[in-house]
């Protein structure tokens, strides 16, 4: 049913998706697509496709995580991200049976690789396009803004928290919640603080722990935390 559903999805999406890459390859004349390694279910190495919004040889600085003033970025590449746009090619990574529509975001090999064994537990299902911390880390690029370390810092700040709601979605996943994560992630790009209150109020109906309910509000500055070592948060 995936796999049908993205089919229809890269029909319907056609028009934006040839618009798009046409005006990626003249900017540069260079392929207008990125691919991205990713570890996936069962530590699977797999080539995430998106639209390119950098500069050919991006990643050449050895630096994967990025921020919203990142020198990388090209014109094209600021507006394809603020919409979401560039996630678009990765229905083609449904189609080949890598990812799903929801489920974890995949991490670089780099971060995957200093997961602790609770962390590996997201690896025990199929990534996705969307989930509920990629609603809650929206901006992820105003979080590392300015940041002299952006790696460090994803992973002091933001990775603990993305395993938390990782592990979360995967013990309380059912089609219900899929479909209002799908929805909240649409909503999110035009309204994200009623985005996130709707989802903070979704998944209270799933779990009492009020911390990580209250920390789906995104309304308190972030802090230095660990990641999660049980999964007694649940």
Known sequence: MERFFSTIFIIILSPIIIVITFLIFVQDFENPFFFAERVGKNSKIFRLIKFRSMIIDARKVNIFSTSSNDKRITFIGKIIRKYKIDEIPQLLNILYGDITFVGPRPNVISDVNKYNQVEKKLLEVKPGITDIASIVFA???????????????????????????????????????????IILTLFSIFNRKKALICLSKTCSNYTKNYDLINFILRDKELTVINPPEDLKFL
Request: charged fraction near 35%; proline fraction near 5%.
């Open 139 to 181: 901006d992820e690029g105003q979080i590392l803004l300015n940041s002299k370390n952006p790696d460090e810092d994803y992973n002091k700040y933001i990775r603990p928290w993305k395993s938390r709601l990782g592990l979360f979605y995967i013990k309380n996943r059912n089609i219900r919640l899929d479909l209002i994560i």
